[in-house]
């Protein structure tokens, strides 16, 4: 698995570039324990892994740099709260109780993180705004509403001119604002937990896994520039599970692509009014995500769709780059042209019924994963547990993500990949207005 990004993520790009990166090198390595993939679930279980070993030999292992898969390239939201993501009816509320529990948990283990190890990651509890220019969504967020408030999540609805005011955009009809939301910097907060990882942790970049298999008593792991051979493994791929043959019947990765624009002069933040930052999630699926971020930039994500997972070529970028170009002259026409100063793309893993994925696979076998949109969180809380759960303990967030609604079996190919296809294209015109 050989993962080529583009190197203009902004999030990225923000950062002093780290120097002493290391990657595998020798012919063959031993360990006690083995993480594959370093975003927020490997880093979050390397560390804890560290913490509770620290007379063990723990590695680290990602095939690009650490940190800058998904976990740098998301819009830099830490949810408590998420519309689109499968629950359809009253009879659903349970489920979706046990979801927004364990984003709680999420909030509160990145919380924590943040308080330990004194990070700056643009940290906002400024809730966030599930909003579109359709007056008829209103019916959509109204039911919303109900399920919110039989939940017990602060909320209320706005319309255009309360809205026009908090955004610096007329472009949206009716929105839904959530109190618990927090906005941050993925890249910062992704960086922080490079920086705290134990001394005990070996760490390796740019080093691929080509392929692996287990007996009763090790698991053998192929490079692309050596070998491992481990105890134990916690496989955090996230979106790249599917390629490496990690629960295939029950994920998939989506490709997304977002820009971010130079900062604002004070003419144009003027003529918007000189808003406070905020969020928007999209009504529709396939309405567009948008920030006003802490430093007066704007952030779009409006694209999804199936494509390599491993390669987004720069040609491809730059026509997604035309569409968010799109997605934010609607909201802001005043804005010049050539406003947008990065595009990147990035990788989500989805399960069928928006569940997570959290398991034992074999004695010395652990994956987690598949968070759907909300791995800053999720991913966090997730690697710290699996961690934990590898290590034959329990814990009362273990228990609680247990509770959870467990994913539902794929089809097969060729028609799983007709039907991501086909509801991609049905949503995508459903929300074609709001991109």
Same mark, same amino acid.
């Given at each position: 698995?050989?993962?080529?990004?583009?190197?203009?993520?902004?999030?990225?790009?923000?950062?002093?570039?780290?120097?002493?990166?290391?990657?595998?090198?020798?012919?063959?390595?031993?360990?006690?324990?083995?993480?594959?993939?370093?975003?927020?679930?490997?880093?979050?279980?390397?560390?804890?892994?560290?913490?509770?070993?620290?007379?063990?030999?723990?590695? !680290?292992?990602?095939?690009?740099?650490?940190?800058?898969?998904?976990?740098?390239?998301?819009?830099?939201? !830490?949810?408590?709260?998420?519309?689109?993501?499968?629950?359809?009816?009253?009879?659903?509320?349970?489920?979706?109780?046990?979801?927004?529990?364990?984003?709680?948990?999420?909030?509160?283990?990145?919380?924590?993180?943040?308080?330990?190890?004194?990070?700056?990651?643009?940290?906002?509890?400024?809730?966030?705004?599930?909003?579109?220019?359709?007056?008829?969504?209103?019916?959509?967020? %109204?039911?919303?509403?109900? $399920?919110?408030?039989?939940?017990?999540?602060?909320?209320?609805?706005?319309?255009?001119?309360? !809205?026009?005011?908090?955004?610096?955009?007329?472009?949206?009809?009716?929105? !839904?604002?959530?109190?618990?939301?927090?906005?941050?910097?993925?890249?910062?907060?992704?960086?922080?937990?490079?920086?705290?990882?134990?001394?005990?942790?070996?760490?390796?970049?740019?080093?691929?896994?080509?392929?692996?298999?287990?007996?009763?008593?090790?698991?053998?792991?192929?490079?692309?520039?050596?070998?491992?051979?481990?105890?134990?493994?916690?496989?955090?791929?996230?979106?790249?599970?599917?390629?490496?043959?990690?629960?295939?019947?029950?994920?998939?990765?989506?490709?997304?692509?977002?820009?971010?624009?130079?900062?604002?002069?004070?003419?144009?933040?003027? $003529?918007?009014?000189?808003?406070?930052?905020?969020?928007?999630?999209?009504?529709?699926?396939?309405?567009?995500?948008?920030?006003?971020?802490?430093?007066?930039?704007?952030?779009?994500?409006?694209?999804?769709?199936?494509?390599?997972?491993?390669?987004?070529?720069?040609?491809?970028?730059?026509?997604?780059?035309?569409?968010?170009?799109?997605?934010?002259?609607?909201?802001?026409?005043?804005?010049?042209?050539?406003?947008?100063?990065?595009?990147?793309?990035?990788?989500?893993?989805?399960?069928?019924?928006?569940?997570?994925?959290?398991?034992?696979?074999?004695?010395?076998?652990?994956?987690?994963?598949?968070?759907?949109?909300?791995?800053?969180?999720?991913?966090?809380?997730?690697?710290?547990?699996?961690?934990?759960?590898?290590?034959?303990?329990?814990?009362?967030?273990?228990?609680?993500?247990?509770?959870?609604?467990?994913?539902?079996?794929?089809?097969?190919?060729?028609?799983? %990949?007709?039907?991501?296809?086909?509801?991609?294209?049905?949503?995508?015109?459903?929300?074609?207005?709001?991109?």
């Amino acid at each position: 698995m050989k993962v080529i990004n583009d190197n203009s993520c902004g999030w990225i790009n923000d950062l002093i570039p780290r120097h002493n990166i290391k990657s595998l090198v020798k012919k063959k390595v031993e360990c006690d324990w083995l993480i594959v993939g370093a975003g927020y679930t490997g880093l979050s279980a390397a560390r804890k892994l560290g913490q509770l070993y620290p007379n063990e030999k723990v590695i !680290l292992v990602d095939a690009q740099s650490a940190g800058e898969g998904a976990s740098g390239r998301n819009s830099g939201y !830490l949810v408590d709260t998420t519309l689109n993501d499968g629950f359809t009816s009253n009879k659903e509320i349970e489920n979706y109780k046990k979801k927004t529990d364990i984003y709680a948990l999420g909030i509160n283990c990145v919380k924590n993180f943040i308080k330990e190890y004194q990070v700056d990651c643009d940290w906002n509890e400024c809730g966030k705004y599930f909003a579109s220019s359709k007056p008829k969504d209103k019916k959509i967020l %109204n039911n919303f509403s109900a $399920t919110l408030s039989n939940l017990g999540f602060e909320h209320n609805l706005l319309e255009e001119k309360e !809205l026009s005011n908090r955004l610096g955009t007329s472009f949206y009809n009716i929105a !839904l604002y959530t109190k618990g939301g927090i906005l941050l910097h993925p890249g910062k907060l992704v960086r922080s937990m490079i920086n705290a990882l134990p001394n005990s942790v070996e760490l390796y970049e740019n080093s691929s896994l080509l392929s692996w298999s287990s007996t009763k008593d090790y698991i053998s792991c192929d490079f692309n520039n050596g070998k491992i051979t481990t105890k134990k493994i916690i496989f955090a791929t996230n979106g790249f599970l599917k390629s490496l043959g990690i629960k295939e019947n029950y994920n998939f990765p989506i490709t997304l692509t977002a820009s971010i624009t130079r900062q604002l002069t004070d003419e144009e933040f003027n $003529t918007m009014g000189q808003p406070k930052e905020w969020g928007v999630l999209p009504v529709r699926p396939m309405g567009a995500t948008i920030r006003m971020t802490k430093d007066k930039r704007i952030l779009i994500r409006n694209t999804a769709e199936v494509h390599d997972p491993l390669n987004m070529p720069e040609k491809i970028l730059k026509k997604r780059s035309k569409i968010q170009m799109i997605g934010i002259k609607k909201r802001f026409p005043y804005l010049s042209d050539d406003i947008i100063q990065s595009t990147w793309s990035g990788i989500v893993s989805r399960t069928r019924n928006s569940s997570q994925i959290f398991e034992k696979i074999k004695e010395n076998i652990f994956v987690a994963g598949c968070y759907n949109g909300s791995g800053i969180g999720v991913g966090t809380l997730f690697g710290e547990q699996i961690a934990i759960k590898a290590s034959g303990e329990n814990s009362t967030e273990i228990e609680t993500i247990e509770k959870r609604r467990r994913p539902t079996l794929l089809p097969s190919e060729p028609f799983l %990949n007709f039907g991501i296809k086909t509801r991609l294209l049905y949503e995508r015109l459903r929300a074609k207005s709001e991109i």
